[in-house]
C-alpha cells in the first residue's frame, strides 16, 4: 500500500455525528454548560439591547438615556465566571471518559480528533447556550426598559441593528465556549492510552 | 522483509523507573508469530504479558529492540502511520470490553470505520453485518449497560473485525465472564482465526483457551520461559 493511503481521518461531520451523540446523551452536564453560558450572555445581550433601545428612543425623539457603564464591569466579570465554569466542567468530562479516550486511541483516533471532538462539542454548546441567552437578554432587557421607552420599541430599532447584535452574541457565546474548551481538550488528548485503559474511575 | 511473519519482536526490552527503582517489565523478548497463528502468552500477573501486548499494539514503545509489523519496524512510524496501524492493522480486545457507553453496539462497531475514513453508511452496513455475524442481530441499537457481559465482549470482537486487521490482540478476553460465556468467546475467536486466517495473540490464564491455540508462551519476569506447541 502507498504511504500516501496510509492515513487516519475525521471528517467534520462524523466530528459533529460524534460531538451531538455525546451532548444528547450526557444531557444534564451539556445542560449546565449550556446554561452557564446562557446566563452570563444574557446578561451581557441585555445591556447591549437596553443601550439600543434607550438609543432608538433618544433618536426618536424621547428623552437622553443611557446604561451605566459600571454594568459592563458586572458583565465582563459574569462572562469570566461563566467560562471558568465550562473549563470546570469539561474538565471533570474529560476525567469521566478516560478510558474512553483510551479506547479511541486504540481504534485509530489521533489527538487531534480528540481536540476536535471537544471543540465540536464546545461549539455546539455555545450555540444553543448563545441563542437562549440571546432570547432571555432581549426579553430582560425589554421589561427593564419597555416602562420607559414603550414596548414596541424593539420594533423600532433599525433591522440591520438587531442583526448585528444577534450575530455578536453568537459570536461572543461560541467563542468562549471554546476557549474554555481548549485546555480541557487539549488534556484529553496527551492521555496515554496505556495510562487511559488501566484507568480506573 | 519477511512475508511469513507478521509480527517480530527482536531483544524488546522496557523498563520503567517506579520510585526511584528500574523495573524491568520485559528483559530481552524474541519472537516470530507467523501470519494465520493463534498464540496465547501465559504467566503470572507482573511477567510482562500486558507490557508485551502494549507494544505489539503500537500503544508504548521499547526502551531497547524493535517490533516489526508486517516487517516494519513500528518505532519508526510517525504519529499517522502508528494511528493507522492501530486503525487497520490491529483490533483490540479487553478484559473489560472497553465499549464506548453513550454509543449503541451498532456506533460502536462502526467507530473504528469512521477513523478509516468509510463513508458514514458503508460502516454502519459493515457493523451490522458483524453484529450478525458474531450473534447480535437483534441488538444493534442496545447501549453496552443493556448487554451482558459475553454480549458486550462480542461486540468488543465485531468493533475489532471492522477494519478487517490482519492481528486481533485479546489480553485476557475471558477474563470477566463466566465459563459457559467464556467458552463461546473462545470458539468465536478460534473460528476467526480458522476462517479468516487472523493472526490471534492472546494473553490468558484460561485453560480452554490455551488448548485451542497453536503455541503457548509462558512468560515469566519479563523473559519467555518457555514455548510450546499447542
Given at each position: 500500500?502507498?504511504?500516501?493511503?496510509?492515513?487516519?481521518?475525521?471528517?467534520?461531520?462524523?466530528?459533529?455525528?460524534?460531538?451531538?451523540?455525546?451532548?444528547?446523551?450526557?444531557?444534564?452536564?451539556?445542560?449546565?454548560?449550556?446554561?452557564?453560558?446562557?446566563?452570563?450572555?444574557?446578561?451581557?445581550?441585555?445591556?447591549?439591547?437596553?443601550?439600543?433601545?434607550?438609543?432608538?428612543?433618544?433618536?426618536?425623539?424621547?428623552?437622553?438615556?443611557?446604561?451605566?457603564?459600571?454594568?459592563?464591569?458586572?458583565?465582563?466579570?459574569?462572562?469570566?465566571?461563566?467560562?471558568?465554569?465550562?473549563?470546570?466542567?469539561?474538565?471533570?468530562?474529560?476525567?469521566?471518559?478516560?478510558?474512553?479516550?483510551?479506547?479511541?486511541?486504540?481504534?485509530?483516533?489521533?489527538?487531534?480528533?480528540?481536540?476536535?471532538?471537544?471543540?465540536?462539542?464546545?461549539?455546539?454548546?455555545?450555540?444553543?447556550?448563545?441563542?437562549?441567552?440571546?432570547?432571555?437578554?432581549?426579553?430582560?432587557?425589554?421589561?427593564?426598559?419597555?416602562?420607559?421607552?414603550?414596548?414596541?420599541?424593539?420594533?423600532?430599532?433599525?433591522?440591520?441593528?438587531?442583526?448585528?447584535?444577534?450575530?455578536?452574541?453568537?459570536?461572543?457565546?461560541?467563542?468562549?465556549?471554546?476557549?474554555?474548551?481548549?485546555?480541557?481538550?487539549?488534556?484529553?488528548?496527551?492521555?496515554?492510552?496505556?495510562?487511559?485503559?488501566?484507568?480506573?474511575? | 522483509?519477511?512475508?511469513?511473519?507478521?509480527?517480530?519482536?527482536?531483544?524488546?526490552?522496557?523498563?520503567?523507573?517506579?520510585?526511584?527503582?528500574?523495573?524491568?517489565?520485559?528483559?530481552?523478548?524474541?519472537?516470530?508469530?507467523?501470519?494465520?497463528?493463534?498464540?496465547?502468552?501465559?504467566?503470572?500477573?507482573?511477567?510482562?504479558?500486558?507490557?508485551?501486548?502494549?507494544?505489539?499494539?503500537?500503544?508504548?514503545?521499547?526502551?531497547?529492540?524493535?517490533?516489526?509489523?508486517?516487517?516494519?519496524?513500528?518505532?519508526?512510524?510517525?504519529?499517522?502511520?502508528?494511528?493507522?496501524?492501530?486503525?487497520?492493522?490491529?483490533?483490540?480486545?479487553?478484559?473489560?470490553?472497553?465499549?464506548?457507553?453513550?454509543?449503541?453496539?451498532?456506533?460502536?462497531?462502526?467507530?473504528?470505520?469512521?477513523?478509516?475514513?468509510?463513508?458514514?453508511?458503508?460502516?454502519?452496513?459493515?457493523?451490522?453485518e458483524l453484529l450478525e455475524s458474531v450473534g447480535l442481530g437483534a441488538r444493534l441499537h442496545h447501549k453496552p449497560t443493556q448487554l451482558s457481559a459475553g454480549q458486550q465482549q462480542r461486540v468488543a470482537i465485531a468493533r475489532?473485525?471492522?477494519?478487517?486487521?490482519?492481528?486481533?490482540?485479546?489480553?485476557?478476553?475471558?477474563?470477566?465472564?463466566?465459563?459457559?460465556?467464556?467458552?463461546?468467546?473462545?470458539?468465536?475467536?478460534?473460528?476467526?482465526?480458522?476462517?479468516?486466517?487472523?493472526?490471534?495473540?492472546?494473553?490468558?490464564?484460561?485453560l480452554k483457551m490455551i488448548k485451542v491455540s497453536d503455541r503457548v508462551v509462558w512468560m515469566r519476569d519479563g523473559s519467555i520461559e518457555k514455548i510450546e506447541r499447542g
Amino acid at each position: 500500500m502507498a504511504a500516501g493511503e496510509r492515513r487516519v481521518n475525521l471528517g467534520y461531520a462524523e466530528a459533529f455525528r460524534l460531538g451531538y451523540n455525546q451532548l444528547i446523551r450526557r444531557l444534564d452536564r451539556s445542560l449546565l454548560n449550556v446554561a452557564s453560558i446562557a446566563l452570563g450572555l444574557s446578561f451581557y445581550t441585555s445591556l447591549l439591547h437596553m443601550d439600543t433601545f434607550y438609543y432608538t428612543y433618544t433618536a426618536l425623539g424621547g428623552a437622553s438615556l443611557n446604561v451605566e457603564a459600571t454594568y459592563y464591569w458586572l458583565v465582563t466579570i459574569a462572562l469570566a465566571v461563566s467560562v471558568v465554569g465550562i473549563t470546570n466542567a469539561m474538565l471533570i468530562s474529560v476525567q469521566e471518559r478516560v478510558k474512553e479516550i483510551g479506547t479511541m486511541k486504540c481504534l485509530g483516533a489521533m489527538n487531534q480528533h480528540i481536540v476536535l471532538l471537544f471543540l465540536v462539542e464546545a461549539l455546539l454548546q455555545g450555540l444553543v447556550g448563545g441563542i437562549i441567552g440571546y432570547i432571555v437578554g432581549v426579553v430582560a432587557a425589554l421589561i427593564t426598559t419597555g416602562g420607559t421607552t414603550g414596548y414596541d420599541i424593539l420594533l423600532k430599532v433599525p433591522a440591520v441593528q438587531s442583526l448585528t447584535l444577534f450575530a455578536t452574541s453568537l459570536t461572543i457565546a461560541v467563542t468562549l465556549s471554546t476557549a474554555a474548551t481548549i485546555y480541557p481538550a487539549y488534556r484529553a488528548s496527551k492521555l496515554d492510552p496505556v495510562e487511559a485503559l488501566r484507568y480506573e474511575l | 522483509m519477511s512475508f511469513n511473519n507478521v509480527i517480530e519482536l527482536k531483544g524488546l526490552k522496557r523498563y520503567y523507573e517506579i520510585g526511584g527503582e528500574a523495573v524491568k517489565a520485559l528483559d530481552g523478548v524474541d519472537l516470530e508469530i507467523g501470519r494465520g497463528e493463534y498464540v496465547s502468552f501465559v504467566g503470572p500477573s507482573g511477567s510482562g504479558k500486558t507490557t508485551l501486548f502494549n507494544m505489539i499494539g503500537g500503544l508504548d514503545r521499547p526502551t531497547e529492540g524493535s517490533v516489526l509489523i508486517d516487517g516494519v519496524d513500528i518505532s519508526k512510524l510517525d504519529a499517522y502511520e502508528l494511528a493507522w496501524l492501530r486503525c487497520r492493522r490491529i483490533g483490540y480486545i479487553f478484559q473489560n470490553f472497553n465499549l464506548i457507553t453513550v454509543l449503541t453496539a451498532l456506533e460502536n462497531v462502526a467507530l473504528p470505520t469512521v477513523f478509516a475514513g468509510m463513508p458514514h453508511d458503508e460502516g454502519i452496513k459493515k457493523a451490522q453485518e458483524l453484529l450478525e455475524s458474531v450473534g447480535l442481530g437483534a441488538r444493534l441499537h442496545h447501549k453496552p449497560t443493556q448487554l451482558s457481559a459475553g454480549q458486550q465482549q462480542r461486540v468488543a470482537i465485531a468493533r475489532a473485525l471492522a477494519n478487517d486487521p490482519a492481528i486481533i490482540l485479546a489480553d485476557e478476553p475471558t477474563g470477566n465472564l463466566d465459563l459457559n460465556t467464556g467458552t463461546e468467546i473462545i470458539d468465536l475467536l478460534h473460528g476467526l482465526n480458522k476462517t479468516r486466517g487472523l493472526t490471534l495473540v492472546a494473553a490468558t490464564h484460561d485453560l480452554k483457551m490455551i488448548k485451542v491455540s497453536d503455541r503457548v508462551v509462558w512468560m515469566r519476569d519479563g523473559s519467555i520461559e518457555k514455548i510450546e506447541r499447542g
